[in-house]
């Protein structure tokens, strides 16, 4: 894997250091980022409407031998079990990032469980299975996951922000980029950025 196989969210710097397949911050194989790819129909919805076409991948100065989780044929169905990952705050009020990869138990949610436009068949509402948590600053880019068919696990999601505005990280939904949705445009820029 060298070459836009790592999802990442658009803001991403276009240069600097990733830690893949790292349970801490300074863990894992680390490699420079020689490239980012933002989807070209990015637009930010500033905290007052969901973002559109949140996804981006980047290039690796080298390959790692660590394989990537395939993505999902297509997301579960509301209600499915999901988990997500990332080092971002536990805390809504206080930019104090996590020292250990946190996971935290989840499920694909209805699109009427996030505020009206929000949530559609590229933007996955998902719901906490804890009270008072959800991904947080810093979590953005981070994998949304379902186990697949033969219990493996699979990727559903990228994170991209809160399922409703004006809603603090702990209260609400989130709102996570479908990767099967772009699953064609990810395939398409790894072969001409290859």
Same mark, same amino acid.
């Given at each position: 894997?060298?070459?836009?196989?790592?999802?990442?969210?658009?803001?991403?710097?276009? &240069?600097?250091?990733?830690?893949?397949?790292?349970?801490?911050?300074?863990?894992?194989?680390?490699?420079?980022?020689?490239?980012?790819?933002?989807?070209?129909?990015?637009?930010?919805?500033?905290?007052?409407?969901?973002?559109?076409?949140? @996804?981006?991948?980047?290039?690796?100065?080298?390959? #790692?031998?660590?394989?990537?989780?395939? $993505? !999902?044929?297509?997301?579960?169905?509301?209600?499915?079990?999901?988990?997500?990952?990332?080092?971002?705050?536990?805390?809504?009020? +206080?930019?104090?990032?996590? +020292?250990?990869?946190?996971? /935290?138990?989840?499920?694909?949610?209805?699109?009427?469980?996030?505020?009206?436009?929000? !949530?559609?068949?590229? &933007?996955?509402?998902? $719901?906490? &299975? #804890? %009270?008072?948590?959800?991904?947080?600053?810093?979590?953005?880019?981070? %994998?949304?996951?379902?186990?697949?068919?033969?219990?493996? =696990? +699979? /990727?559903?999601?990228?994170?991209?922000?809160?399922?409703? %505005?004006?809603? %603090?990280?702990?209260?609400?939904?989130? /709102?996570?980029?479908?990767?099967?949705?772009? !699953?064609? =445009? @990810?395939?398409?820029? @790894?072969?001409?950025?290859?």
């Amino acid at each position: 894997m060298r070459v836009a196989e790592v999802l990442a969210a658009p803001g991403t710097p276009e &240069r600097g250091l990733l830690h893949l397949a790292a349970l801490t911050k300074s863990g894992g194989t680390v490699r420079a980022v020689e490239g980012t790819f933002v989807h070209p129909g990015f637009v930010t919805g500033d905290g007052k409407a969901a973002n559109q076409n949140d @996804i981006a991948l980047v290039r690796l100065d080298r390959p #790692v031998s660590e394989k990537p989780v395939p $993505i !999902a044929e297509r997301p579960g169905r509301p209600g499915t079990p999901t988990r997500i990952l990332g080092f971002g705050t536990t805390s809504d009020t +206080e930019l104090k990032f996590a +020292e250990r990869l946190r996971e /935290l138990r989840t499920r694909r949610g209805a699109e009427a469980e996030c505020a009206p436009g929000y !949530a559609d068949r590229t &933007r996955l509402c998902t $719901i906490s &299975r #804890v %009270p008072a948590a959800m991904a947080c600053f810093g979590d953005s880019g981070g %994998p949304q996951l379902q186990k697949g068919r033969h219990g493996r =696990w +699979e /990727l559903i999601g990228v994170t991209s922000g809160p399922g409703a %505005p004006g809603v %603090p990280c702990s209260a609400g939904p989130g /709102l996570y980029t479908s990767a099967p949705a772009y !699953a064609d =445009w @990810i395939r398409q820029t @790894i072969r001409h950025n290859s």
